[in-house]
């Protein structure tokens, strides 16, 4: 069965300390894999969109990378203001043009 | 700069009513979407438009319908609602139908009482 998971499902960090977020995949005909950004009650922001394995994606202190089956997305020396909802999505063949949403990873950096 | 705005912000309606949420899209995007989002979930897709025709739709019921404008526009409107429609609707443009970004708009949050 097609599946996007997210793990974990909340992570709490202090502010500097780096960290990774998954996002692990199991669908067939990959088209592409984005990186939204979601403030509470806001629409998500989109950060970056991977297309094939081995690809890496980076804006400031964002890292995001690709293999196979789950993408990373690499947070280093958070602020408080990167606290948020990381969601990824994937476009695959048999989707059609719609995007699979995984449920996301609630990012908490404190002070 | 994404260019998608969507109306009303917020909405309460009560269980058999019907709704029209409204989105308009970046100049030049000739595709749109519409996501439903419940609290704590990530977006789930509801269906999507290009050039003015339904191009897909996901596990919803025929209820939830929708309608593409030349304009760049669009409308998602929900018959017979029920308290489990309670959510936040996104709506989500993008220039065609390839593997494209989408660009969201903040959403309608709608309450079912």
């Known amino acids: 069965e097609d599946q996007v998971t997210q793990s974990p499902e909340a992570l709490r960090l202090q502010e500097g300390e780096s960290s990774s977020l998954n996002c692990s995949y199991t669908?067939?005909?990959?088209?592409?894999l984005f990186w939204y950004r979601q403030d509470p009650g806001k629409g998500p922001e989109f950060l970056f969109t991977l297309y094939s394995a081995g690809e890496e994606k980076e804006k400031e202190r964002l890292k995001a990378t690709l293999t196979k089956k789950e993408s990373f997305l690499h947070i280093t020396a958070p602020k408080p203001e990167d606290s948020a909802t990381y969601l990824c999505a994937v476009q695959a063949a048999n989707y059609g043009q719609n995007f699979v949403f995984g449920p996301g990873t609630r990012l908490s950096v404190l002070p | 700069e994404t260019g998608v705005t969507q109306s009303p912000t917020h909405l309460i309606k009560t269980r058999g009513q019907q709704v029209t949420l409204r989105c308009s899209s970046q100049?030049?995007?000739?595709?749109v979407s519409w996501y439903q989002q419940a609290l704590g979930q990530g977006p789930q897709f509801i269906f999507q438009y290009y050039r003015e025709e339904e191009n897909g739709r996901g596990n919803f019921p025929p209820r939830f319908s929708g309608l593409q404008f030349p304009n760049y526009s669009s409308e998602l409107n929900v018959n017979a609602l029920e308290l489990d429609d309670s959510a936040l609707y996104l709506c989500a443009s993008s220039p065609g139908t390839a593997q494209e970004t989408q660009y969201f708009g903040p959403g309608t949050r709608l309450l079912v009482l």
């Open positions: 100049s030049g995007h000739n595709t």
């Open positions: 669908v067939s005909g990959l088209r592409g």
